[in-house]
């Protein structure tokens, strides 16, 4: 088979109007996808064809604002994980939507890509998978595609992953203290919680650790991440893998503003009371505002959301909260109703929010993406991690690359309402604040030159396309 497609693959290229087609497949949550759907902009900018495919049961979840398939020239085309009609909510457990998914996702890829091929007069040359989905890559390979994983979390993390991949890591961990390659001293409990808290969720840590099962096969490695905030562990990757930071994956005019229009992501699991939320921020002070999310899968014990919530009425700062609707009755009675100084949402805009001079810092579960928004806008952070890579990502903000604080947690695992406070006065109010302020706007500053003309990204962009045009 492979020997017909190639022949035919070769008979399209010979045409003048052919050009790189790439398959982009994220993992069908909106974290995963919103990386990659900026990525797939920057190669619609340089010439290349875009294919974007998600599950089913996700396009019936999510709601598509503003993606301008017109103007990127993307395209849209699903598979089926098995679940169509709800996905992993409809599973019985997470283990068993991944054992569904990987096996009919592979045969659902591979109808896809005879499709394509069969019908297409530019098909696919290359598919850039979500690393979370290594069953892509022996798809792409079966069809004599190129392949290229794509990391929607952190070198570090993905770093510690593959020690743990290689069985380099002894799991569950006895050492006190680990010096790793390219990485900051860290403790366990600076590590992944999937492994600090080894057994917590094998599914997960299923998905996380055998993102490496095929890796030497990978044509290149993509990471959604920017050179300089993980400099050290990218030099030592870059010895083992075909790696090539291509972050921050975030809208354009957030940065180089170079793909006009480009705003947002286009994609979103709910619709945000945009209106609401400017509305209130445009009333407050410069600066005055804390901003408060969670992101959109975890959530917090009913304990903490209330000490969270009285550390936000005794801190003294104006904040706006996103709860999610599943959430609010975690929130202390009566709190939404008499609390005059804050706002509480169950979804906004947070790309516009972080971008409006009336907030002054971010308290964040610490999300690879939430991250790397706040980077790009310059947005102090308290990081208050939850689990998975979050809680390294929270030694990098505030250890690494000093843009934050740590809201640290007692030994019930409970971050108390009199260190929200603490938090929020010390960036807020005091020296420290403007220190860590001033090296936001650093981060900032580097990140916009990542992107723009000839920065590394940028760079490593245009080398990932010149290699896709020579093989065409």
């Not at 600076?190 to 490496?212: A, T």
């Not at 550390?311 to 599943?326: H, I, K, N, T």
């Not at 409970?414 to 929020?424: L, Y």
Request: hydrophobic fraction near 40%.
């Amino acid at each position: 088979m492979q020997t017909e497609i190639r022949a035919n693959r070769e008979m399209e290229r010979e045409k003048e109007n052919y050009v790189a087609h790439c398959l982009v497949l994220p993992y069908p949550a909106q974290g995963h996808m919103n990386p990659m759907i900026q990525f797939s902009k920057r190669l619609v900018q340089r010439g290349v064809k875009v294919t974007l495919v998600t599950v089913v049961s996700h396009w019936r979840t999510i709601s598509i604002k503003n993606l301008n398939l017109t103007y990127t020239n993307i395209e849209v085309e699903s598979i089926s994980d098995g679940y169509d009609d709800g996905g992993l909510e409809a599973a019985e457990s997470l283990e068993a939507y991944k054992d569904t998914f990987w096996r009919v996702g592979q045969q659902t890829l591979s109808q896809l890509l005879q499709k394509l091929i069969a019908s297409s007069t530019n098909p696919p040359d290359c598919v850039i998978y979500d690393a979370f989905l290594p069953w892509a890559l022996d798809v792409a390979k079966k069809f004599g595609l190129l392949g290229a994983a794509f990391f929607t979390q952190s070198c570090s993390v993905n770093s510690i992953y593959s020690l743990a991949h290689q069985k380099l890591l002894e799991l569950p961990f006895s050492q006190t203290e680990y010096f790793l390659p390219g990485l900051p001293r860290l403790e366990p409990a600076d590590l992944p919680s999937l492994l600090y808290k080894y057994g917590s969720y094998p599914g997960y840590f299923d998905i996380v650790v055998n993102q490496f099962c095929n890796f030497g096969k990978a044509d290149w490695v993509l990471a959604n991440t920017i050179y300089e905030l993980e400099q050290e562990v990218v030099d030592w990757l870059v010895k083992i893998w075909p790696l090539k930071t291509i972050g921050p994956s975030v809208p354009s005019m957030l940065l180089d503003k170079r793909l006009q229009g480009d705003e947002d992501y286009g994609v979103s699991i709910s619709d945000p009371n945009t209106e609401a939320c400017i509305k209130w921020l445009n009333d407050k002070p410069k600066g005055s505002v804390v901003y408060v999310s969670f992101g959109s899968m975890a959530g917090l014990s009913e304990e903490q959301t209330e000490e969270l919530a009285w550390g936000l009425r005794d801190c003294g700062s104006y904040f706006l909260w996103v709860v999610r609707a599943s959430e609010q009755g975690k929130l202390p009675k009566g709190f939404i109703e008499d609390e005059k100084k804050g706002l509480i949402v169950t979804w906004c805009p947070q790309l516009q929010v972080l971008t409006h001079e009336a907030v002054g810092c971010f308290l964040t579960h610490c999300g690879w993406n939430s991250t790397l928004e706040a980077v790009s806008i310059g947005v102090p952070m308290i990081a208050m991690p939850l689990w998975t890579d979050q809680v390294t990502n929270a030694k990098l903000i505030v250890h690494v690359w000093k843009m934050g604080v740590r809201a640290v947690a007692d030994e019930k695992e409970m971050v108390r309402r009199e260190t929200i406070k603490h938090c929020v006065k010390e960036i807020m109010e005091t020296e420290k604040g403007k220190e860590i302020k001033n090296h936001a706007i650093k981060w900032k500053n580097l990140a916009k030159n990542c992107v723009d003309v000839g920065g590394r990204s940028d760079q490593n962009i245009a080398e990932f396309v010149a290699a896709l045009a020579q093989y065409c």
